[in-house]
């Protein structure tokens, strides 16, 4: 009889198993005891996890997923090989493999299982972390618990805490950041306050800091090669490694060597660790303040803690402990191995309930979502204010599986206009969230049942149908900068620049230009709002700007008869436009100013909504999923992609290779 504690974490994931009063962590992969947070989809449709699909993606970039869990709730797929997947499958695939690997070593499946999650997730992403659960077929009692909270169980197997004495936690991980003050009870740990955090907020940001350091020391080399190069892929996936690596070596090291290996260059770059810490203190001020909302929120005071602990991998740099213990002036606790904690805890937790030593956590008590008010809210339709949980993505080759139970099979579909609504719970990153219902949950799985087997097929199909045409490009060579996170002083990041003294445009004059729409072929007349007065700096096509290589001119946008019709001119440099292989556009809604043209392409982890264009004029009828990315917005924009669809680079350095334009509606 054992308890499995599992961590499925943004960048790694950990398990641990306790068995008769001990716990130790399991060794997942052949090179470490946590393994990478990833999924493959080979060209056999044979899917690959951990460790081996990491190696894999290196040279197959267009078919691995990473960073998935930070898309929990998004109903915009990850393509993996043009095979769209939800979030929610992807990380139901990872549960699985840990489950199935950790019965492969034990010899049996575990009697119990605890799953951790982050402390700000609220009751919409819960519930999807259930289904989670649900798709990954596992029979099993099942719990979750917050991280914060699986890391203070921890810690008390350490270090001996009196009941009444509170202790906070500081959770830096790959992807995401959590603070939470537990106080110690007879019987385990009681939560205290509300807990806080930051959704993207972590090791990756830190990773896209050092590699943006790296590719300005090349001078621009790196944005001069050739993406459809196979081993030009394989190199840069490798130097964004190196460039992990080398953040791991600064917490014991001063300095380090990152290897630069790409096709005609070789050379090295050098990074200390003051530079890093230079790059990342600005942003580590937001946990720290995180922590003490969630101290307030206790109704304690700093100096009331026992000590704070700190755990995710990110933890380890030094700078975090420094910051954190100077500013809180209380005792700071490192564990050793701080991205395994929170698994250790989890598995203490699930192992005292098979124990019947009592709970490790007092509770609220649980919701069982599928069970109660959320399953109603899925028949009946859900409010405007709540997104429903999104029917996971499988691959096609899976809708051939059996049909689940009735109950499962009259879930209606998604509807296509509302998967564009943002999910709950993901904006606002520092918002302060009431800790929802998270004790136990029995899924209701069928016994026998696989993971291909959850989804029918005309759910698939209707899923598939409705998102056609919008997808999130997978970053390969530009600067990723994650959304929400400013690390370093031109960290990838490059903001819209326009011209001081901007040129109008007149779409009526730009109708006999190239490209543009004709007067004589039928397209209507510009409105007369769109040429009188001074034109926005945002809606002008400038000199500037038509001094890159390539760009584009929007002309006129109109919403008539059921179809979204945009006009442009562009400069392809002499380039046939080709969504698939070459240039092409980035079509997106907005005002002008936001979203930010920097969102709007792979070069960064989150991406905004677009659409890709090839064809002018641009048409698409108001039901089509394209038509989500602009939406309800007062203006059209446009902006030139590279192939790997990361934006194209303007002759300024910035992203502003096209411009804006209002929408005309009936």
């Known amino acids: 009889m054992y308890a499995l504690g599992i961590d499925l974490g943004t960048t790694y994931t950990a398990a641990a198993v306790w068995r008769s009063g001990h716990a130790e962590i399991a060794s997942l992969g052949s090179r470490s005891a946590a393994i990478p947070s990833v999924v493959l989809l080979r060209a056999d449709e044979t899917v690959l996890t951990g460790e081996i699909a990491s190696r894999r993606g290196l040279t197959e970039p267009h078919r691995v997923a990473r960073e998935f869990k930070r898309r929990l709730g998004d109903p915009t797929p990850i393509l993996l090989g043009g095979v769209p997947y939800s979030a929610e499958s992807l990380m139901a695939r990872m549960l699985r493999a840990v489950v199935d690997e950790v019965s492969s070593r034990e010899g049996g499946e575990p009697d119990r299982i605890c799953v951790s999650h982050p402390a700000n997730w609220g009751p919409y992403k819960i519930d999807l972390m259930y289904q989670v659960i649900r798709l990954a077929g596992i029979e099993q009692p099942v719990q979750l618990t917050t991280e914060p909270q699986a890391a203070a169980v921890f810690y008390a197997q350490q270090q001996r805490l009196e009941p009444g004495e509170a202790v906070a936690v500081y959770d830096l991980g790959g992807g995401t950041f959590d603070a939470a003050v537990l106080r110690k009870t007879p019987d385990g740990f009681e939560l205290i306050g509300k807990p806080e955090g930051i959704e993207r907020l972590g090791g990756i940001d830190f990773d896209a800091a050092i590699y943006a350091h790296v590719a300005r020391s090349l001078d621009g080399a790196l944005d001069d090669l050739d993406e459809d190069d196979p081993a030009v892929t394989a190199a840069v996936a490798r130097l964004r490694e190196d460039c992990v690596q080398a953040k791991e070596a600064l917490s014991a090291d001063t300095d380090v060597t990152i290897p630069v290996l790409l096709p005609e260059l070789s050379t ?399």
């Open 268 to 666: 090295e770059v050098r990074l200390t660790r003051s530079e890093l810490e230079a790059m990342v203190r600005p942003v580590l001020h937001g946990p720290i303040e995180a922590l003490r909302r969630a101290i307030r929120s206790a109704g304690i005071e700093a100096a009331d803690l026992h000590s704070v602990l700190l755990v995710g991998g990110s933890s380890r740099i030094p700078l975090v402990a420094q910051m954190v213990g100077s500013e809180l002036g209380r005792p700071v606790a490192v564990d050793a191995h701080p991205k395994h904690a929170v698994a250790l805890g989890a598995a203490w937790q699930a192992g005292a309930v098979i124990s019947d030593a009592g709970t490790a956590l007092v509770l609220p008590e649980a919701v069982d979502p599928w069970a109660t008010g959320a399953a109603e809210a899925v028949a009946a339709g859900w409010p405007g204010d709540a997104a429903p949980p999104p029917v996971p993505l499988l691959h096609p080759a899976q809708s051939q599986a059996p049909a689940p139970d009735p109950a499962q099979s009259q879930a209606p579909a998604p509807d296509p206009a509302r998967s564009q609504a943002p999910a709950p719970d993901q904006a606002e990153p520092t918002a302060a969230i009431a800790l929802p219902a998270g004790a136990e949950r029995t899924p209701a799985a069928v016994p026998g049942r696989s993971l291909a087997s959850v989804l029918v097929a005309s759910v698939v199909a209707a899923v598939l149908i409705g998102i056609a045409g919008t997808a999130w490009a997978l970053g390969k060579f530009s600067d990723e900068k994650p959304d929400g996170t400013t690390i370093g002083a031109g960290a990838g990041q490059h903001g819209m620049q326009n011209s001081q003294n901007p040129a109008g445009h007149d779409p009526d004059a730009a109708s006999g230009a190239a490209g543009a729409p004709s007067g004589a072929a039928g397209a209507p007349a510009a409105s007369a709002s769109a040429a009188a007065g001074p034109v926005p700096a945002d809606e002008a096509c400038t000199d500037q700007m038509k001094q890159s290589t390539r760009w584009v001119c929007l002309t006129r946008a109109t919403v008539r008869d059921g179809k979204f019709t945009l006009w442009y001119e562009a400069d392809w440099n002499d380039e046939k436009p080709d969504t698939a292989k070459g240039f092409h556009l980035h079509i997106y809604g907005g005002d002008g100013l936001t979203p930010d043209e920097s969102t709007m392409g792979s070069q960064v982890t989150a991406h905004g909504k677009y659409y890709y264009e090839d064809s002018e004029p641009s048409v698409r009828k108001i039901g089509d999923g394209d038509y989500g990315a602009v939406g309800d917005a007062k203006k059209v924009c446009a902006r030139i992609a590279k192939s790997g669809h990361g934006l194209a680079f303007a002759a300024d350095g910035s992203y502003h290779t096209g411009n804006c334009i209002p929408i005309e509606r009936d």
